[in-house]
Structures are given as C-alpha cells and as structure tokens.
C-alpha cells in the first residue's frame, strides 16, 4: 500500500506564497503521474497541476504562470510552489499518486491540506 502524506498548507494574505509537499512512503511501487488538486467550500474536487515520470506538466488555466509542480523522483515526492495566491485559491489541497505495485495499478490520495488565502 502507498501513502502519502502533505504538508505546508496554511493561512496567507492574497499576493503571498505557499509551497506544499507530498510525500508517498511504502515498497515495491511505481509512480506514473503525481498531481495536486483542491476543493472549495460547495465545490468539486478539480485537478491544480500533475506531473508524469517522464517530466510533463499539466495545470489548471487559472493557476497557470502562478504555480509550479515539481517532484524529487529519489525521494517520491511532489511539491507545489504556489505564487501570487488569491482568495479564490482557497480550498483543501489534496496530493494524488497514479502509479503500479507489482503490476496492479493504484490510485492513491492523502489526507488533504487546508490553504487559505485572506484577501
């Protein structure tokens, strides 16, 4: 089983930034993709920005040019540099980890981590 597990999310005045990190632990595992999304009080969960083992980024347009994905492939893990934040960037930030354990494919998610972003 892979677990993940997030940290750096907070309380920040619009304009300011944030990075969180995500952290998968376990054994004999393969990451495919690694990604951050968010949900917002009322809304769906939406994908941030995800990233492939080969290097390819994807981001949400609103977040575009803003935020940057990154992952330490040695240490599993995955961080989300988050510029120029905006109220509307408030939302409970959740790391997601595609990937095969002995050939049978999981879809791992961690346990979420508040931002909020005061105007």
């Known amino acids: 089983q892979v677990q993940l597990v997030e940290s750096g999310g907070g309380l920040v005045q619009a304009g300011g930034s944030l990075r969180l990190s995500c952290a998968a632990s376990g054994s004999f595992f393969r990451i495919n993709t690694m990604g951050w999304y968010r949900q917002a009080p009322g809304k769906q969960r939406e994908l941030v920005a995800t990233i492939t083992s080969g290097g390819s980024t994807n981001y949400a347009d609103s977040v575009k040019g803003r935020f940057t994905i990154s992952t330490d492939k040695a240490k599993n893990t995955v961080d989300l540099q988050m510029n120029s934040l905006k109220p509307e960037d408030t939302a409970v930030y959740y790391c997601?980890?595609?990937?095969?354990?002995?050939?049978?494919?999981?879809?791992?998610w961690g346990q979420g981590t508040h931002v909020t972003v005061s105007s």
């Open positions: 997601n980890v595609l990937g095969s354990r002995f050939g049978v494919r999981f879809d791992s």
